[in-house]
């Protein structure tokens, strides 16, 4: 006997219950790891064996793999404080399916704590040495190659779900489970009309502090206390919305009808812990739920918080805010909150913050006079873009590059039809050579001749189709363009997003001079050919204060 001190011990059990979440799909087939079914045959032992019954420890919907559950940890603390000796399990992979721990509760924990352990369907039971006993180690192992293997048939059909564009998390703000189908999102028409709202206001030019602002003065229910408001309930912050949340739902791209998944995975099936996995890893499938939100106006937003990152967060967002950059050091220019006359001053980010160290210089300057005489060149160049003499000219551009399409096009039909005779040849000759026409030497030296010659027409029409389609691309640039600067010289106070929409950066030099440059070329051409230039050829001086 492996504990005879233990055998006239009057036992305090404690029965040990827990059902997973796998055991949950297995109960679909079978009922045998059932919590009711569990208790019943753990009580039958006890009467059975006029053992004296304590407390029940239930893990409900807990993995086996980790050893941190609340029951269980509960159970430890009445060993701990002697409330109980004995534990009692319907099979050893109830106590646990980690080989490791398993091993040391059995073999070290229970040992130290005098404390007998039974696994009844595995006839283990600490009390006696026996075989079944010596083999506890073992079953410990299959259990965990169990465990693993039904955790990679789980990340397989949840791998496949995903790759079907199926929706496995909580539905985001603005949305909600559909009923009908718990893997597809349906609109929540009160929360997408304020998704709406955000990305409306932002790409209106108002940045994400004022959002979170407007909407806090609403008292508008932020995103996680929104259904919790529906059930009677309030946080503290309720209704006081973070630019933090303002800025999350701008980048998520799941309001344009795509679904993202896979983004981080557990470093092991037996762990807790879960790493980020690199995006051209993520799982991304387009159109699997109606948009709040166009991808044109995601793009746009997407591209104005690019933009903005790394600026130094104030609470006025100004017009060109992100758009600034030193042209010493390469980095932001900050845009400082006004002083005590009401001066707002731009200042070198990277100065300010190691200029002690003779990083870079100040670049100061005044933004308010900055800002009127951009708009002043912004206009300028704009007109000088859309005069007649210019519309003109893109007129005959276009002409001419339909003549070019035409001609491409017609190069491509050409070539496709050379392979099509050459296909023919190739058939022709393989039939000769199976009539013994032609020797199989001949056959391989001319068919190799002619692949040859297919593949390089091939070549051929894929750079001519890039070409036509980078063509293509350069007309509908040109046709945005257009409607920019229509748009931006009707507008009495333009928008922040507009302004990102022509400029990608504006470098300032330590002599005050700017480099602008334009998102479009025709707008750069026009901009080096101005004679009258104010901000970029032309030194301006810092307002006196």
């Known amino acids: 006997m492996k504990l005879n001190i233990m055998n006239n011990i009057d036992y305090k059990v404690g029965i040990y219950i827990r059902l997973s979440r796998e055991d949950e799909e297995k109960e679909k087939y079978q009922e045998s790891e059932s919590i009711g079914n569990q208790r019943t045959l753990l009580m039958q032992y006890i009467k059975e064996n006029k053992l004296n019954f304590i407390a029940e420890y239930v893990d409900d919907g807990v993995s086996g793999t980790s050893f941190d559950r609340p029951a269980f940890n509960r159970m430890i603390a009445d060993i701990e404080e002697g409330k109980i000796n004995m534990v009692v399990t319907k099979d050893l992979s109830r106590l646990g399916r980690n080989y490791v721990q398993s091993g040391l509760y059995i073999e070290t924990y229970f040992p130290e704590h005098e404390v007998r352990f039974v696994a009844i369907l595995d006839n283990i039971d600490t009390a006696y040495d026996t075989s079944n006993n010596d083999i506890a180690p073992f079953k410990s192992i299959l259990n965990e190659m169990y465990a693993k293997d039904t955790s990679k048939k789980i990340n397989s059909v949840l791998q496949s779900k995903r790759n079907l564009g199926e929706y496995l998390g909580t539905a985001p703000y603005g949305y909600k489970k559909d009923p009908e189908n718990k893997y597809h999102l349906i609109i929540d028409e009160e929360a997408a009309n304020v998704v709406k709202l955000i990305f409306e206001k932002y790409l209106a030019g108002f940045g994400t502090m004022q959002i979170a602002d407007y909407l806090s003065k609403k008292k508008i229910p932020i995103p996680s206390d929104y259904n919790k408001r529906k059930r009677g309930t309030k946080s503290l912050t309720y209704g006081l919305w973070q630019q933090s949340t303002v800025r999350f739902i701008l980048s998520n791209e799941i309001y344009t009808g795509t679904v993202i998944q896979g983004k981080r995975k557990k470093v092991s099936f037996k762990s807790k812990k879960f790493i980020n996995l690199p995006e051209e890893d993520w799982v991304k499938v387009e159109n699997m739920h109606e948009a709040i939100i166009s991808k044109e106006d995601f793009q746009r937003a997407k591209k104005v918080i690019q933009a903005t990152k790394g600026s130094r967060v104030v609470q006025n967002d100004y017009l060109f805010k992100g758009l600034l950059r030193c042209y010493d050091c390469k980095g932001y220019i900050g845009i400082r909150s006004p002083d005590k006359n009401g001066n707002i001053y731009g200042r070198c980010q990277r100065y300010g913050r190691f200029g002690k160290f003779d990083v870079c210089s100040p670049h100061n300057f005044n933004y ?72 199989l030497d001949e056959y391989m030296k001319n068919a190799n001749r002619i692949k040859e010659t297919v593949k390089g027409y091939e070549q051929n029409i894929k750079e001519l189709e890039e070409r036509l389609s980078g063509e293509n691309d350069k007309t509908e640039n040109e ?57 970029a050829k032309k030194k301006y001086e810092r307002k006196a204060v």
């Open 368 to 439: 308010q006079v900055f800002e009127k005489q951009m708009l002043e060149v912004l206009r300028e160049v704009c007109k000088v873009y859309t005069n007649t003499k210019r519309l003109e000219e893109i007129a005959k551009q276009s002409k001419s590059k339909q003549s070019e399409e035409f001609n491409i096009k017609k190069q491509i039909d050409s070539f496709k039809e050379t392979i099509q005779k050459e296909t023919i040849k190739l058939e022709v000759m393989y039939d000769d050579r199976l009539a013994g026409i032609i020797t």
């Open 479 to 535: 046709s945005r363009l257009d409607n920019l600067t229509e748009e931006f010289l009707s507008m009495e106070k333009p928008s922040k997003e507009i302004i990102r929409e022509f400029i990608e950066k504006i470098e300032i030099h330590s002599d005050k001079q700017v480099d602008i440059y334009f998102n479009f070329k025709p707008l750069q051409e026009v901009n080096n050919n101005l004679n009258k230039f104010i901000c």
